[in-house]
């Protein structure tokens, strides 16, 4: 009986970790196929690709003749209320990761299962900046106005119900930040990653096929200032 229970754990461990392995392959592989792209030399609106480390944010100048994103996400709604800032940074995540695990030492087990199984809510992430310097997470690309649309369509569509509705929490980053309910499951197979990577891939930008991770997304933008 022991030797049975013995032998069915070896095989499961076995297979989570043969898992883990294709997933990370995959992901490697797929990350590195880039998509067709088009960049104008006429385009006229400077967005940034941000990373933290491990998620992706979109960066846009807060006003421009095609949107006030303040007007959407409200300057009152982070605590510091400031109405001066210059750049908004936008992200969709998992509730769970956003709100329950400011730290990687913060993270349960449930909260890494919901996660990963896609049962649990979303979020978009907003936080206004000052000024956005280009380093080895930051990286600059020009757009047209036409691909500034799909990217405010994607944002627009990606909020619960259409509606920047503020969540209430005490788990904000610092004090230019704010949470707001998100349309959309979070899973191994659809990550924050894949999210900013489908959004850069339906405006016709720098791609991958498919991210889970920031790697293929830094890649993509490396490679085009290495071009410049």
């Known amino acids: 009986m022991l030797k049975r229970v013995a032998k069915r754990s070896l095989y499961t461990f076995v297979a989570l970790v043969a898992s883990l392995l ?19 030399d006429d ?16 960066v846009l100048p807060i006003r421009s003749d095609l949107i006030n994103w303040s007007e959407l996400f409200l300057f009152e709604n982070t605590l510091s209320k400031r109405d001066d800032y210059s750049y908004i940074a936008i992200g969709w995540g998992d509730r769970g990761f956003y709100i329950d695990t400011p730290r990687w030492r913060d ?12 049962v649990g809510s979303t979020l978009l992430h907003t936080t206004f900046y000052d000024e956005i310097l ?13 691909q500034y649309r799909i990217i405010i369509d994607e944002i ?5 119900g259409g509606l920047a509705t503020l969540v209430a929490t005490n788990a904000q980053y610092g004090d230019s930040d704010a949470f707001y309910e998100a349309k959309g499951s979070y899973s ?12 850069l891939k339906r405006a016709n930008l720098p ?12 890649a993509n933008y490396k490679s085009l200032r290495e071009k410049d």
């Not at 993270?107 to 896609?118: D, I, M, Y």
């Open 107 to 118: 993270l349960k087990v449930s909260t890494a299962l919901v996660a990963a199984s896609g």
């Open 207 to 218: 791609a991958s096929w498919w991210v889970a991770s920031q790697r293929g997304i830094l």
């Open 156 to 160: 627009k569509n990606a909020l619960s």
């Open 134 to 146: 280009e380093d080895d997470l930051t990286y600059s690309v020009m757009i047209t106005a036409h």
């Open 43 to 58: 385009a006229s609106y400077e967005i940034f690709i941000k990373s933290n480390g491990v998620h992706t944010d979109l």
């Open 188 to 199: 191994i197979f659809f990550t924050c990653n894949s999210w900013t990577n489908r959004v």
């Open 22 to 40: 294709f997933y990370i392959a995959f992901e490697f592989v797929a990350s590195s196929i880039k998509m067709p792209y088009a960049l104008d």
